[in-house]
């Protein structure tokens, strides 16, 4: 058994490469053309067993497209067998009442959703795909018909920095349990814009902003993410710049080599403040 305080709460596992959007942002370079994944249902099964033998974290099925795997259900039912509490983070095109009822008869307990700006014309130019503000909607429509708990994930750049407040605000009024605001951390795709990352000045605004948002909100479960700086502004109040002294959050990223098996798993282990 690991090290108590080594032990993973949360995984993020990249359940396949296919995805049927195309953000400027995406750390996967996925497209639909992309390996669908490297790895069998039984394999799949496997590594649940392996990660099971050490923790039982929040395992959370991700891509790519998660919903576009077609035993997809079959490894979240296996999850939930083993114990895990298991999610599945999602674009929403995909998501049907249908989608949803297979979600829950898996033990699927929480979706995620991507919203990266209040109106169609920020949320689409950033994912690169017309009607993917409104299948977002749409699915956060589903999601609440059915009783499915979710999360608004929210990514950000220069091109949609002045946003932030308003997707808040729309992620709250749309019924999300959650919203967590994303720091583009520049891998895959995200390497071709490096230009566009969010200056370091308006990023410390940025994260105040959030903090006076975090102490006001009562409703909504906020907090940004890959921004281990965030502990800083909390614990010594907005205003006051870096002095050191932080305990960062541990952060994995593993790429199962190809043919290896497995896909790619990101593992967060928060450690006591
Ligand atoms: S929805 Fe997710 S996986 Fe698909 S292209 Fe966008 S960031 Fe990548």
Not at 177 to 202: N, Q
């Amino acid at each position: 058994m690991a090290k108590e305080e080594f032990i993973p709460k949360w995984i993020a596992w990249e359940v396949t490469g296919r995805c049927n959007l195309n953000c400027i942002h995406c750390r996967a370079s996925s497209t639909m053309t992309s390996h669908d994944s490297d790895f069998s249902l039984a394999e799949a099964k496997q590594l649940i067993d392996d990660i099971a033998e050490i923790a039982k974290p929040v395992l959370v099925l991700s891509g790519g497209e998660p919903l576009l795997r077609k035993d997809l259900f079959e490894i979240a039912k296996y999850g939930t067998e083993k114990g895990f509490r298991m999610c599945i983070a999602t674009n929403g095109v995909l998501v049907t009442d249908e989608v949803v009822g297979r979600m829950k008869e898996s033990g699927i307990r929480i979706c995620s959703l991507s919203l990266d700006g209040s109106a169609a014309a920020v949320h689409d130019d950033f994912r690169k795909q017309p009607g993917a503000f409104e299948a977002t909607l749409r699915a956060a429509e589903i999601f609440n018909r059915n009783g499915m708990q979710f999360i608004v994930n929210s990514s950000f750049t220069k091109r949609n920095q002045h946003d932030i407040a308003a997707t808040c605000k729309l992620a709250k009024s749309i019924g999300a349990h959650a919203w967590y605001m994303f720091m583009i951390v520049p891998t895959g795709r995200g390497e071709a814009i490096m230009s566009e990352l969010i200056s370091k000045e308006d990023y410390e605004e940025i994260l105040e902003w959030h903090y006076r948002m975090e102490k006001q909100e009562t409703e909504m479960l906020v907090r940004p993410t890959c921004a281990p700086h965030y502990y800083r502004v909390r614990r010594e109040g907005p205003g006051l710049r870096p002095r050191g002294g932080l305990r960062l959050l541990r952060f994995f990223h593993h790429r199962s080599p190809p043919g290896a098996g497995g896909g790619i798993i990101r593992v967060h282990v928060i450690l006591k403040e």
